[in-house]
């Protein structure tokens, strides 16, 4: 199959091709004697299986898998695939959180022991399911302000601080701008939620998008691991 044919049928430049061949994320390409590239079927079927993984999974997972797959090593690849579709679906349970908490009146919906003002940093870890060191980060970034105990500086995480780190994860997991992050929170800070429960249900939206689009790609690369094990029986001697 010449270049030009394959960029035309999965609307892509011959650039393109020639990066995903540098790459090493298809098998390698045989030349003719004038030395031009000689795509087979297989060929084809890896750059369509790039590109259809690569709307789900992004590139770096989908490179990883492409070439565990050139290397015969199917379920490695498949455990990629598999923790990235785990991420996805932590993702999705946590916006699902973050909307109700939003829309809940419950200002303890995710509450604090009883007699303390709020919780401490790996409380709010824990409960979250958000790593401390993401929640560090943003408030070196300005995201959140926390308050500190007077007795010891410990933070100390308020419900609303709560609220907040759970839509800051949503919102950064549908892959929304720090100004937007920024702007949500601080409409909620002036008790304006109705734009970030519209904004985190777009992110929602967003998340079930993703996953079809994995379903779509695990499709794709299951028809294209059907075919790599047609060509490599086809190639194999034959029994005595």
Sequence with gaps: MRPIDIARKLNISTSALRHYESWSIIPPVERSPSGYRQYTELHFAYFQCIRAMNDGFGMQRTAKMMRKTIAGEIDEALW???EAQAELYQDKKIADIAIKALASEDTQLIPAKRGKKGVSIGEAAAQTTIPASAIRHWEKVGLITV???KDNGYRVFSATNMRQILIIRTLKS????LDT???IIKELDENNVENAIRTARESLSFLNRLGRQQLRGAHCFES???????ERVKLSPPAD
Excluded: P, T
């Design 80 to 82: 990629i695939m598999s």
């Design 147 to 149: 308050m500190r105990d």
């Design 174 to 177: 549908a892959v929304w701008s």
């Design 181 to 183: 992050i920024k702007r």
């Design 224 to 230: 294209l691991l059907q075919l790599q094990e047609a």
